[in-house]
């Protein structure tokens, strides 16, 4: 039985993923005075999708009907190598963390040749400026990952988070606090979360995710809003793996109820952060980055002596 | 608690590196003087507790009180906002001040030190404040921000001391903060009167010293 | 060895009965591809024999007639190494030269032009064998120059006489190097083959030592092509056709790789500096390389840029492995140096690709400019499957063959990031931040390039463009199944890897090849399994969509319907935010805008031109310095054949003199 909860850990992943988006919504109709719309909106949204037809544009071809598809794989198997709390992931093996930041590049390589297939000027300032961030957010991610690995002495992410979690707290929380702090930073570039994007609105200010998926429909939309929530959620599982209690030895119910409360507690953050700040300028948002990588090359030269 | 606290310091100095306006970076060095400021509390000394605590409140006093009041009441008569045109970048001076981070760890690796310090970070961090300090005054225009670089230096300066030093006497520690303050005063009135003569306080173009000057075109 | 003595015949004399058909072109690609090919073929037994099994041979003929010229090859697992994918490539790219040349109305150079397609390929067959100091050096020459002649296949165009010029220059300025360098091995007197470590002076001789490795790096680095010696790579590859552009830029290089791994493997593992200087140059080639690719006006010219940033990864693998040989990770040492070479192999095959993919697309739609073209996926099928492959593959998304080599480099700094107190921290994190960069930095160029180039809608009024020629077609395809293969097969490799590593670095054995294996069989089944679960999902889609209505449209665009084909991006746009924040590498000479009047925008012209100004400015100062203090010898060039004559009886009468002393 034990084997297995590593798979009833991807399980819930799956189911609870799309939650993620409702308590953000949640969190931000909150701070507004409304209500807001319920928490299992995106499921909602997903199934009636799934039961729509499609409409196609006739500029494009044969890659934006393959993109959607080969996007949410990608991100897919990126998910079965994130451990959950005090279990394993269900696949590690060295150097696993690369393959997962590539997967997360190759799903980003479909949504843009698939925003260019359609010869639109929107889709292709989206394109542009996504481009653009990822070559920082990518950099910036990976220098905490040789932070957390320079931490933990392992090159897999199940060491680093699972293994070696309870001693990365033992070797400097101060440092510890600043990696966090910038996988938050990078957890809002990567989903187009404020301060990098704004994702209620689709005008040409704000445009980078919402308006690759502008001509999306039916199953491809529902394909590209699930892969975006499954994204948020393996983003979200770093820092929450690094602030998770690995001195205590949870049952099963209780890990995931753990695991799912830190990252509900992420989205959280988000929807709050979104609601009491603005959107950076374009051209700062290098500058941020740039930024978040110097911290983390400092927390690194911390960890590292 | 001691590591908490040299962390905070190597943000304030990126902070400081990356931010062009002067109120917060005036805000930012007085933070960096009450961290340093309490630094002592946390130190395995020989110094009765009576004394530290005098010396850990002169220090915030003047650090964190006197000094950065000072530098509002300059920013104020000399009416300056921001650092119009700094020789680089944010994001470079950022970049630079983490190289700066780097080299004071490879340098404080082949420091021979022969007593024990509280925290092997110590006099890293005190390196890389020095070496920030000497890095905005390079590379800023404004008067007030090489004040500002100076007061960063001196606050390396002073952690490097206090770390290495306990067994120094009192006299000193007050020495070098009656230095700072001096200094800091010294520099204020020249402040004033740069302003009061060139209706400005852009150092870059207080060329007049030189003897011979190259041809250079002035971007006004 | 007998296979290979065939193989070079049938080059040699295939290419000489081609230059008497000057004038058909069609005979002579019908004579000249078919000979390439089977050569290649037969030179690839005795290949495969020493890459799968590890027995090297080798042939020594002494050849008085010639001078005393030594003609040794030596076949051992280096060379296999590095021979499998250029005879592959070379296979493949003369036949979709066959398909690309076949047609060419106007040329007059066919016969030419398939001469030195041959004796390049034998060049470069004998470069991987030769262990004679001086038959190297040969050999490296011919490749030299039949490339040089190839560049300049069209050379009624001004650019690509200057392309071949900048490329000559070049070439001869590495070869300079390299003549120091074996004259001094060869003075030191060596018997058993050129790479053998006694004639190189040891790690105490100091000076020597190190101006004998700066002038091999020096050397190599002009032919292999990263930063600061890559000045004639982004105007040769473009100007020279597309199949010599793919031999090119997937082979040639390499050579000079090659060259730096037998230096480092004749002086016992290189020096840390050698490993840091390796590194820097890595990391400034994959990221300026890329920063100056974006936005170009050629296809090809930005797969040159890529070539170099590929050179980069890596020069970054061999730094950090030379680095760590010398701090004492073996590990580290391993692995980065086997990312580097299978790195090194998936890229001749990739960029042979994305070459051939992008010379049928301009043949086809008859202009290379990315802002000319747009929409061509549904009508050249076959071309754009190729092109869209090929830029996969080099994003480095996983699932493909880009993704295996740069894996393991990752893997090797990691690994040094856990060495703590051995130095290692400091390389391992540049390689780190390096490849993050340039892979991101290639992502976004190549996305945008094939997206710019074959999606869409046509930007200018193109005839509807066909698939220019079947063979073309062929070979394409063949060089994309050879990429998927690759992608899986990965792990099969590792064997010839280790042995190519042992070659190098003494200290690696192939015992440690399964543990390579083991490394790199997850990708290989992480790829499998994301396959299939592509099929299924796509299964699944349609599967959905059987019972509900598709329908067709046009792109939305803000209830605007009348959008133009001209409103669609175009790769200035696209590229312009990263421009915008690079703008100190990619100094641009900004337009100046007179408007005439306040409230409208006028009419303007400009200039919107870029360069990497400083290194220009720098190597100009330098040969402005250097023309100014040679021209006091300007006296020696009279211009007089009788003064010439007398100079050449004055020479030869100053050397009997010297000779009888």
């Given at each position: 039985?034990?084997?297995?909860?590593?798979?009833?850990?991807?399980?819930?992943?799956?189911?609870?993923?799309?939650?993620?988006?409702?308590?953000?919504?949640?969190?931000?109709?909150?701070?507004?005075?409304?209500?807001?719309?319920?928490?299992?909106?995106?499921?909602?949204?997903?199934?009636?999708?799934?039961?729509?037809?499609?409409?196609?544009?006739?500029?494009?071809?044969?890659?934006?009907?393959?993109?959607?598809?080969?996007?949410?794989?990608?991100?897919?198997?990126?998910?079965?190598?994130?451990?959950?709390?005090?279990?394993?992931?269900?696949?590690?093996?060295?150097?696993?963390?690369?393959?997962?930041?590539?997967?997360?590049?190759?799903?980003?390589?479909?949504?843009?040749?698939?925003?260019?297939?359609?010869?639109?000027?929107?889709?292709?300032?989206?394109?542009?400026?996504?481009?653009?961030?990822?070559?920082?957010?990518?950099?910036?991610?990976?220098?905490?990952?040789?932070?957390?690995?320079?931490?933990?002495?392992?090159?897999?992410?199940?060491?680093?988070?699972?293994?070696?979690?309870?001693?990365?707290?033992?070797?400097?929380?101060?440092?510890?606090?600043?990696?966090?702090?910038?996988?938050?930073?990078?957890?809002?570039?990567?989903?187009?979360?404020?301060?990098?994007?704004?994702?209620?609105?689709?005008?040409?200010?704000?445009?980078?995710?919402?308006?690759?998926?502008?001509?999306?429909?039916?199953?491809?939309?529902?394909?590209?809003?699930?892969?975006?929530?499954?994204?948020?959620?393996?983003?979200?599982?770093?820092?929450?793996?690094?602030?998770?209690?690995?001195?205590?030895?949870?049952?099963?119910?209780?890990?995931?109820?753990?695991?799912?409360?830190?990252?509900?507690?992420?989205?959280?953050?988000?929807?709050?952060?979104?609601?009491?700040?603005?959107?950076?300028?374009?051209?700062?948002?290098?500058?941020?980055?740039?930024?978040?990588?110097?911290?983390?090359?400092?927390?690194?030269?911390?960890?590292?002596? | 608690?001691?590591?908490?606290?040299?962390?905070?310091?190597?943000?304030?100095?990126?902070?400081?590196?990356?931010?062009?306006r002067i109120s917060a970076s005036i805000r930012v060095v007085a933070y960096q003087g009450a961290a340093i400021g309490v630094v002592p509390l946390f130190l395995p000394g020989k110094i009765p507790g009576g004394?530290?605590?005098?010396?850990?409140?002169?220090?915030?006093?003047?650090?964190?009180?006197?000094?950065?009041?000072?530098?509002?009441?300059?920013?104020?008569?000399?009416?300056?906002?921001?650092?119009?045109?700094?020789?680089?970048?944010?994001?470079?001076?950022?970049?630079?001040?983490?190289?700066?981070?780097?080299?004071?760890?490879?340098?404080?690796?082949?420091?021979?030190?022969?007593?024990?310090?509280?925290?092997?970070?110590?006099?890293?961090?005190?390196?890389?404040?020095?070496?920030?300090?000497?890095?905005?005054?390079?590379?800023?225009?404004?008067?007030?921000?090489?004040?500002?670089?100076?007061?960063?230096?001196?606050?390396?300066?002073?952690?490097?001391?206090?770390?290495?030093?306990?067994?120094?006497?009192?006299?000193?520690?007050?020495?070098?903060?009656?230095?700072?303050?001096?200094?800091?005063?010294?520099?204020?009135?020249?402040?004033?009167?740069?302003?009061?003569?060139?209706?400005?306080?852009?150092?870059?173009?207080?060329?007049?010293?030189?003897?011979?000057?190259?041809?250079?075109?002035?971007?006004? | 060895?007998?296979?290979?003595?065939?193989?070079?015949?049938?080059?040699?004399?295939?290419?000489?009965?081609?230059?008497?058909?000057?004038?058909?072109?069609?005979?002579?690609?019908?004579?000249?591809?078919?000979?390439?090919?089977?050569?290649?073929?037969?030179?690839?037994?005795?290949?495969?024999?020493?890459?799968?099994?590890?027995?090297?041979?080798?042939?020594?003929?002494?050849?008085?007639?010639?001078?005393?010229?030594?003609?040794?090859?030596?076949?051992?697992?280096?060379?296999?190494?590095?021979?499998?994918?250029?005879?592959?490539?070379?296979?493949?790219?003369?036949?979709?030269?066959?398909?690309?040349?076949?047609?060419?109305?106007?040329?007059?150079?066919?016969?030419?032009?398939?001469?030195?397609?041959?004796?390049?390929?034998?060049?470069?067959?004998?470069?991987?064998?030769?262990?004679?100091?001086?038959?190297?050096?040969?050999?490296?020459?011919?490749?030299?120059?039949?490339?040089?002649?190839?560049?300049?296949?069209?050379?009624?165009?001004?650019?690509?006489?200057?392309?071949?010029?900048?490329?000559?220059?070049?070439?001869?300025?590495?070869?300079?190097?390299?003549?120091?360098?074996?004259?001094?091995?060869?003075?030191?007197?060596?018997?058993?083959?050129?790479?053998?470590?006694?004639?190189?002076?040891?790690?105490?001789?100091?000076?020597?030592?190190?101006?004998?490795?700066?002038?091999?790096?020096?050397?190599?680095?002009?032919?292999?092509?990263?930063?600061?010696?890559?000045?004639?790579?982004?105007?040769?590859?473009?100007?020279?056709?597309?199949?010599?552009?793919?031999?090119?830029?997937?082979?040639?290089?390499k050579a000079g790789i090659y060259g730096i791994l037998r230096m480092f493997s004749v002086t016992g593992g290189g020096e840390v500096w050698c490993g840091a200087a390796l590194i820097i140059a890595g990391i400034?080639?994959?990221?300026?390389?890329?920063?100056?690719?974006?936005?170009?006006?050629?296809?090809?010219?930005?797969?040159?840029?890529?070539?170099?940033?590929?050179?980069?990864?890596?020069?970054?693998?061999?730094?950090?492995?030379?680095?760590?040989?010398?701090?004492?990770?073996?590990?580290?040492?391993?692995?980065?140096?086997?990312?580097?070479?299978?790195?090194?192999?998936?890229?001749?095959?990739?960029?042979?690709?994305?070459?051939?993919?992008?010379?049928?697309?301009?043949?086809?739609?008859?202009?290379?400019?990315?802002?000319?073209?747009?929409?061509?996926?549904?009508?050249?099928?076959?071309?754009?499957?190729?092109?869209?492959?090929?830029?996969?593959?080099?994003?480095?998304?996983?699932?493909?063959?880009?993704?295996?080599?740069?894996?393991?480099?990752?893997?090797?700094?990691?690994?040094?990031?856990?060495?703590?107190?051995?130095?290692?921290?400091?390389?391992?994190?540049?390689?780190?931040?390096?490849?993050?960069?340039?892979?991101?930095?290639?992502?976004?160029?190549?996305?945008?390039?094939?997206?710019?180039?074959?999606?869409?809608?046509?930007?200018?009024?193109?005839?509807?463009?066909?698939?220019?020629?079947?063979?073309?077609g062929t070979a394409m395809i063949s060089a994309a199944a050879a990429c998927l293969f690759l992608a899986f097969a990965a792990p099969l490799l590792s064997f010839s890897i280790c042995g190519a590593v042992s070659?190098?670095?003494?200290?690696?054995?192939?015992?440690?090849?399964?543990?390579?294996?083991?490394?790199?069989?997850?990708?290989?089944?992480?790829?499998?399994?994301?396959?299939?679960?592509?099929?299924?999902?796509?299964?699944?889609?349609?599967?959905?969509?059987?019972?509900?209505?598709?329908?067709?449209?046009?792109?939305?665009?803000?209830?605007?319907?009348?959008?133009?084909?001209?409103?669609?991006?175009?790769?200035?746009?696209?590229?312009?935010?990263?421009?915008?924040?690079?703008?100190?590498?990619?100094?641009?000479?900004?337009?100046?805008?007179?408007?005439?009047?306040?409230?409208?925008?006028?009419?303007?012209?400009?200039?919107?031109?870029?360069?990497?100004?400083?290194?220009?400015?720098?190597?100009?100062?330098?040969?402005?310095?250097?023309?100014?203090?040679?021209?006091?010898?300007?006296?020696?060039?009279?211009?007089?054949?009788?003064?010439?004559?007398?100079?050449?009886?004055?020479?030869?009468?100053?050397?009997?003199?010297?000779?009888?002393?």
């Amino acid at each position: 039985m034990n084997n297995l909860y590593p798979l009833f850990n991807v399980i819930i992943a799956l189911a609870a993923a799309p939650l993620m988006f409702g308590v953000i919504n949640r969190i931000k109709a909150f701070f507004a005075g409304r209500k807001g719309p319920p928490l299992l909106q995106l499921y909602f949204d997903i199934w009636k999708l799934l039961r729509k037809g499609a409409v196609y544009s006739r500029t494009t071809g044969i890659f934006f009907r393959l993109a959607p598809s080969a996007g949410l794989i990608a991100v897919l198997t990126a998910l079965l190598f994130i451990p959950c709390g005090a279990y394993p992931a269900v696949l590690f093996f060295p150097g696993d963390m690369v393959l997962v930041v590539y997967l997360l590049g190759a799903q980003r390589f479909c949504m843009l040749l698939a925003a260019l297939d359609t010869g639109s000027s929107f889709e292709g300032m989206g394109a542009g400026r996504d481009a653009h961030f990822s070559v920082f957010s990518e950099a910036v991610l990976f220098l905490c990952l040789a932070a957390m690995s320079a931490a933990s002495g392992s090159v897999s992410l199940n060491g680093m988070l699972f293994t070696a979690g309870g001693r990365i707290w033992q070797v400097s929380p101060p440092v510890l606090v600043v990696v966090v702090f910038v996988l938050y930073i990078v957890l809002l570039a990567e989903n187009y979360r404020v301060p990098f994007d704004d994702p209620n609105t689709h005008l040409e200010l704000t445009m980078i995710h919402e308006v690759m998926a502008l001509d999306h429909g039916g199953p491809d939309l529902a394909m590209l809003e699930y892969a975006a929530a499954l994204k948020f959620w393996i983003l979200a599982s770093l820092p929450a793996g690094l602030l998770f209690p690995h001195g205590m030895k949870p049952d099963f119910f209780g890990n995931a109820a753990l695991f799912l409360g830190l990252i509900a507690l992420t989205a959280a953050l988000t929807g709050a952060l979104e609601s009491c700040a603005a959107r950076l300028r374009l051209v700062k948002v290098p500058q941020m980055l740039t930024a978040a990588a110097a911290l983390s090359v400092v927390a690194l030269i911390f960890l590292a002596k | 608690m001691l590591d908490v606290i040299l962390m905070l310091l190597v943000l304030f100095n990126l902070f400081s590196l990356g931010s062009t306006r002067i109120s917060a970076s005036i805000r930012v060095v007085a933070y960096q003087g009450a961290a340093i400021g309490v630094v002592p509390l946390f130190l395995p000394g020989k110094i009765p507790g009576g004394i530290l605590v005098t010396i850990v409140l002169v220090t915030l006093l003047v650090k964190a009180g006197i000094l950065p009041w000072f530098l509002r009441y300059a920013q104020k008569r000399v009416n300056v906002r921001r650092e119009e045109k700094p020789f680089v970048g944010a994001s470079a001076s950022i970049l630079s001040g983490v190289a700066a981070l780097g080299t004071a760890f490879f340098i404080s690796s082949r420091l021979p030190i022969p007593f024990a310090v509280a925290s092997p970070f110590i006099v890293p961090v005190a390196l890389s404040v020095s070496l920030t300090g000497f890095f905005i005054i390079i590379s800023r225009a404004e008067a007030l921000s090489q004040v500002i670089g100076y007061l960063i230096l001196e606050n390396g300066i002073y952690l490097f001391g206090i770390a290495l030093l306990l067994e120094q006497p009192l006299l000193v520690e007050l020495g070098m903060l009656l230095d700072v303050f001096v200094g800091i005063f010294v520099m204020g009135i020249t402040v004033f009167h740069i302003s009061r003569e060139f209706e400005h306080t852009d150092t870059s173009r207080l060329s007049g010293l030189a003897d011979w000057l190259p041809e250079v075109k002035r971007s006004e | 060895m007998v296979f290979i003595a065939a193989a070079l015949l049938l080059f040699l004399l295939s290419g000489l009965c081609a230059l008497f058909l000057n004038n058909r072109p069609a005979t002579a690609a019908a004579l000249c591809a078919p000979a390439c090919i089977a050569g290649c073929l037969a030179a690839l037994f005795p290949v495969f024999a020493v890459f799968f099994s590890g027995q090297e041979m080798s042939f020594d003929l002494l050849w008085p007639a010639a001078g005393g010229l030594r003609v040794f090859f030596t076949l051992d697992r280096l060379s296999a190494f590095f021979l499998v994918p250029m005879l592959l490539l070379s296979a493949l790219t003369a036949l979709y030269g066959w398909g690309y040349l076949r047609r060419e109305r106007n040329s007059e150079s066919c016969g030419r032009q398939w001469f030195f397609f041959n004796m390049l390929v034998a060049s470069m067959l004998s470069v991987f064998l030769a262990a004679d100091g001086l038959f190297f050096l040969f050999c490296w020459e011919m490749m030299a120059l039949s490339s040089f002649f190839l560049v300049v296949s069209r050379d009624e165009e001004e650019s690509v006489r200057r392309a071949g010029f900048i490329y000559l220059a070049a070439s001869h300025a590495g070869t300079a190097a390299l003549f120091v360098v074996f004259a001094f091995l060869a003075a030191a007197g060596n018997s058993g083959g050129f790479w053998n470590s006694a004639a190189f002076p040891g790690p105490g001789t100091g000076v020597l030592r190190v101006l004998l490795l700066s002038l091999g790096i020096f050397g190599f680095g002009m032919k292999a092509g990263f930063i600061p010696f890559h000045f004639w790579l982004p105007r040769a590859h473009p100007a020279a056709p597309s199949h010599v552009s793919a031999l090119m830029s997937g082979v040639m290089i390499k050579a000079g790789i090659y060259g730096i791994l037998r230096m480092f493997s004749v002086t016992g593992g290189g020096e840390v500096w050698c490993g840091a200087a390796l590194i820097i140059a890595g990391i400034c080639s994959g990221i300026l390389a890329m920063l100056s690719a974006l936005n170009r006006r050629d296809t090809k010219s930005v797969l040159a840029y890529s070539s170099i940033e590929n050179i980069g990864i890596i020069c970054m693998g061999t730094g950090l492995a030379v680095y760590a040989a010398s701090c004492g990770g073996t590990l580290v040492c391993l692995l980065a140096l086997s990312g580097a070479l299978l790195h090194l192999f998936n890229h001749a095959f990739f960029k042979g690709l994305l070459f051939m993919a992008a010379g049928a697309a301009g043949k086809s739609c008859g202009s290379r400019d990315p802002d000319a073209l747009g929409g061509c996926a549904k009508t050249l099928p076959v071309t754009s499957s190729a092109f869209f492959l090929g830029a996969a593959a080099a994003s480095g998304v996983p699932l493909l063959n880009g993704f295996p080599g740069k894996f393991l480099i990752y893997l090797a700094a990691f690994c040094g990031l856990q060495l703590k107190g051995s130095g290692l921290l400091l390389p391992s994190t540049a390689v780190i931040a390096g490849l993050s960069l340039s892979g991101c930095l290639s992502l976004a160029c190549f996305t945008g390039l094939s997206g710019i180039v074959f999606l869409g809608k046509p930007r200018s009024r193109l005839d509807r463009p066909e698939e220019y020629s079947a063979l073309m077609g062929t070979a394409m395809i063949s060089a994309a199944a050879a990429c998927l293969f690759l992608a899986f097969a990965a792990p099969l490799l590792s064997f010839s890897i280790c042995g190519a590593v042992s070659a190098v670095f003494a200290s690696t054995d192939t015992a440690s090849a399964p543990g390579l294996a083991d490394r790199l069989a997850p990708l290989s089944c992480a790829s499998a399994w994301a396959f299939a679960l592509i099929a299924a999902a796509l299964a699944a889609k349609r599967l959905l969509l059987r019972r509900r209505k598709v329908s067709f449209g046009e792109t939305w665009n803000c209830a605007y319907a009348a959008a133009d084909a001209r409103m669609q991006y175009t790769s200035a746009s696209f590229f312009y935010p990263l421009r915008r924040t690079f703008t100190f590498f990619n100094s641009r000479r900004s337009p100046a805008a007179v408007s005439k009047t306040i409230f409208f925008p006028g009419e303007y012209e400009g200039n919107d031109s870029r360069r990497i100004g400083a290194f220009r400015t720098f190597l100009s100062g330098i040969a402005a310095k250097l023309e100014v203090s040679l021209s006091c010898l300007r006296w020696l060039q009279q211009g007089r054949l009788h003064i010439y004559i007398m100079y050449i009886m004055a020479a030869l009468l100053a050397l009997l003199l010297w000779k009888i002393r």
